[in-house]
């Protein structure tokens, strides 16, 4: 969760903490925002996927082919419960099968549903009817930094630095803007004076999450 501050003498505005995305379409995962404590220069470590998946997924079809006696009242609480089917088309569906679970649905919604049922008594089939594209696909990425300088801006543009991350944690990167070494920190504990003039000035603005 980032902590925002401010200084109250110089006005230098930054934020630590960490944070994820919500779409993962460029491969990253979510940033960790920190201080150099020398300089006040604001960094944004991007956190790279480690595995995007596959190009694609399969869409399947699951149908019940038979159930055994015992397995009929389960499997029509379960129609009445996931499936918002009514009581008497349940009924009508556990005692004449084979009937359609889903007619394209994923492999892991496919495998919950298999192993439900089938601990009830049912026999299901599972077929594959198509596929969809993964968005998520494409090469593995490398953690990043991105970096601004220290200042009154709330919202800094972020400029990507050269270096690329092959460790995420903060003590072994430099700044990208005093190249001091071991002063980052995303730990609000951490910050005892503001970063850019060393004043002990700081003040706690919020706090956020995604």
Same mark, same amino acid.
């Given at each position: 969760m980032p902590v925002d501050f401010q200084c109250a003498s110089c006005h230098c505005r930054f934020s630590v903490g960490g944070y994820h995305y919500h779409r993962f379409q460029d491969g990253y995962a979510g940033q960790t925002l920190a201080v150099c404590r020398s300089c006040g220069t604001r960094h944004a470590i991007e956190r790279a996927l480690a595995d995007r998946g596959p190009p694609t997924y399969p869409l399947l079809r699951v149908l019940v082919s038979a159930l055994q006696p015992e397995a009929? !009242?389960? *499997? +029509?609480?379960?129609?009445?419960?996931?499936?918002?089917? @009514?009581? @008497?088309?349940?009924?009508?569906?556990? %005692?004449?099968?084979?009937?359609?679970?889903?007619?394209?649905?994923? &492999?892991?919604?496919? &495998? @919950?549903?298999?192993?439900?049922? &089938? +601990?009830? /008594? +049912? *026999?299901l089939v599972v077929e594959k009817v198509g596929e969809e594209p993964n968005p998520m696909f494409g090469p593995v990425q =490398?953690?990043?930094?991105?970096?601004?300088? !220290? /200042?009154?801006? @709330? %919202?800094?543009?972020?400029?990507?630095? !050269?270096?690329?991350? =092959?460790?995420?944690?903060?003590?072994?990167?430099?700044?990208?803007?005093?190249?001091?070494? /071991?002063?980052? *920190? +995303?730990?609000?504990?951490?910050? =005892?004076?503001c970063p850019a003039c060393k004043e002990s000035a700081l003040v706690e603005t919020g706090a956020w999450v995604t």
């Open positions: 009929r !009242s389960p *499997t +029509a609480r379960w129609l009445r419960r996931d499936r918002n089917v @009514s009581y @008497s088309e349940a009924l009508e569906l556990v %005692r004449h099968p084979p009937f359609v679970l889903f007619e394209n649905t994923y &492999e892991h919604k496919a &495998e @919950s549903v298999r192993k439900e049922l &089938e +601990a009830f /008594g +049912a *026999t =490398t953690d990043r930094v991105r970096f601004a300088p !220290s /200042g009154p801006e @709330s %919202r800094p543009t972020w400029l990507l630095a !050269s270096v690329k991350v =092959t460790r995420r944690e903060l003590e072994h990167l430099d700044c990208a803007g005093c190249h001091a070494h /071991g002063t980052l *920190t +995303a730990d609000p504990e951490d910050l =005892t004076a």
